[in-house]
């Protein structure tokens, strides 16, 4: 870095939110909120499911309410998700991020609901296996939604402003 530059905070985020096709479908979830936020970050791509060694496609998992992770045939996935969570804070530590910014309802990053596990869209109140061990890492976690609600406060306060 040269000198006199100062580094710009990092912040982690679900890498299919930055248009990588990782997740369970191979399709990826682009939020121009998150993209705006690399305008004063440095954005940290990750897929803790991929991290974890899970396939692009894969089958849909949920949290269970036992707190594994499973497919709706039964396959439990807990473990690769639990290494993907692991890969997620080592990234974060070694990025020295800020915060992260995760995809709202995945069984990884989601950080206020999740689906209940019965693959019937059914949401609950939780966080994903990735934003838990992020969170008591003491990482400030939030979904994309909320980025996007950031974004629109704070559009909506300069508007008002002028």
């Not at 530059?5 to 990826?28: D, E, K, M, Q, T």
Request: proline fraction near 6%.
């Amino acid at each position: 870095m040269p000198e006199g530059s100062a580094r710009r905070p990092a912040i982690l985020v679900s890498a299919c939110l930055l248009g990588f096709r990782c997740n369970h479908l191979a399709a990826a979830s682009p939020s121009a909120a998150v993209w705006a936020l690399g305008a004063d970050h440095d954005l940290v791509p990750i897929c803790p499911e991929v991290a974890g060694g899970l396939g692009v496609p894969r089958p849909a998992a949920e949290l269970q309410p036992d707190g594994s992770v499973r497919t709706a045939a039964g396959d439990d996935l807990t473990d690769a998700y639990r290494r993907g969570a692991s890969v997620a804070v080592a990234a974060a530590r070694s990025a020295g991020v800020v915060a992260a910014v995760l995809k709202a309802r995945s069984p990884s990053c989601g950080c206020a609901d999740v689906y209940d596990g019965t693959f019937t869209r059914t949401r609950v109140p939780g966080e994903g296996v990735a934003a838990r061990a992020l969170r008591e890492s003491g990482v400030a976690v939030l979904s994309e939604e909320d980025a996007a609600a950031d974004a629109s406060m704070e559009a909506r306060a300069l508007s008002s402003a002028g």
